[in-house]
């Protein structure tokens, strides 16, 4: 159900925010071009730079009971990732070299229990990092990744890409998931520069309630106002999950109005020192069909 629309409010010489630093992480698997290729038309979009990151993961060398492990098998290690590398930056190179925007290549060495880490840290000196959506056993690197870990604790803004490749566009039709939360503040703030160019943005409420401490009199206006004070055209719907999965609700609603990006926030907790995504979040991550740009 469409329950408002906000005409746009801009004062003249009013400037659209912006991303000026995109980093992107490659990998060598099937689906890195297409994240390359996300990122590259976004840094056109904004006139950003962009800087795509390879992991040189190195195997971190468990001690035997007998205190060491044989030199050659070290060694075969090693010189197996070395490899690895060279075959992904002479990828990520050529790709780069037919970018149209400002483009460099960054290599990070890391051993394997610390590829989430290096990731984090990264991202803390991009404006917007772009990511692969996981899947398991399609690469080294994505089986060894876990996404909720880099999202939670990156402190940025995180792009996921579907392994199912990409639309014609992003980032023109967007729905923002939004449930008055704190997480979901904070991604509208970070996809605000994304938002201001958008042909058409929705507010999408499911299962609304009006509550003194979250949704107001008419669940969505009031971010859809703030959106609308930013020169964005958008719309607020409202839907009833009727007992079904609210991913699939969302989701299913994407589908047929030819959504090509969603901005939601990402919520979990932390345990063990390991995020774990909560169910509506890990969902969307396991089912998306386009990008997903997600803050915590």
């Not at 060598?28 to 056109?44: F, Q, S």
């Not at 090509?260 to 991550?285: C, F, K, N, P, Q």
Request: aromatic share 4%.
């Amino acid at each position: 159900m469409l329950v408002g629309r906000q005409r746009p409010f801009t004062r003249p010489g009013d400037a659209a925010m912006s991303y000026r630093e995109i980093l992107v992480q490659f990998d060598d698997c099937p689906a890195g071009a297409a994240r390359v290729e996300a990122a590259m038309r976004l840094a056109e979009q904004h006139t950003a730079h962009l800087t795509g990151l390879v992991l040189d993961i190195r195997p971190r060398i468990p001690m035997s009971i007998d205190g060491g492990v044989p030199q050659f098998v070290t060694e075969t290690l090693n010189r197996s990732a070395a490899e690895e590398t060279e075959r992904t930056v002479a990828r990520i190179d050529a790709l780069l070299d037919r970018q149209r925007c400002v483009a460099e290549r960054r290599i990070c060495k890391c051993d394997d229990t610390a590829i989430d880490r290096a990731l984090a840290l990264n991202a803390r000196y991009a404006d917007l990092l772009v990511l692969g959506q996981a899947r398991p056993g399609h690469s080294a690197l994505v089986g060894r990744l876990e996404i909720e870990t880099v999202v939670m604790s990156c402190g940025r803004p995180v792009l996921l890409v579907p392994q199912a490749g990409l639309r014609p566009t992003i980032g023109k039709r967007i729905v923002v998931a939004w449930d008055a939360g704190r997480a979901a503040a904070r991604a509208v703030a970070d996809a605000m520069p994304m938002l201001e160019k958008a042909t058409s943005v929705t507010v999408l409420v499911v299962d609304a309630a009006s509550t003194p401490s979250g949704h107001g009199a008419l669940p969505g206006a009031d971010i859809g106002t703030l959106l609308a004070r930013h020169g964005v055209t958008v719309e607020v719907a409202s839907l009833s999950s009727e007992g079904s999965d609210v991913a699939d609700v969302a989701l299913n609603w994407m589908f047929d109005h030819d959504a090509d990006l969603l901005v939601m926030g990402a919520y979990g907790h932390s345990r063990a020192r390991e995020w774990v995504l909560g169910g509506a979040t890990r969902s969307i991550l396991d089912r998306m069909t386009v990008p997903v740009l997600m803050s915590h």
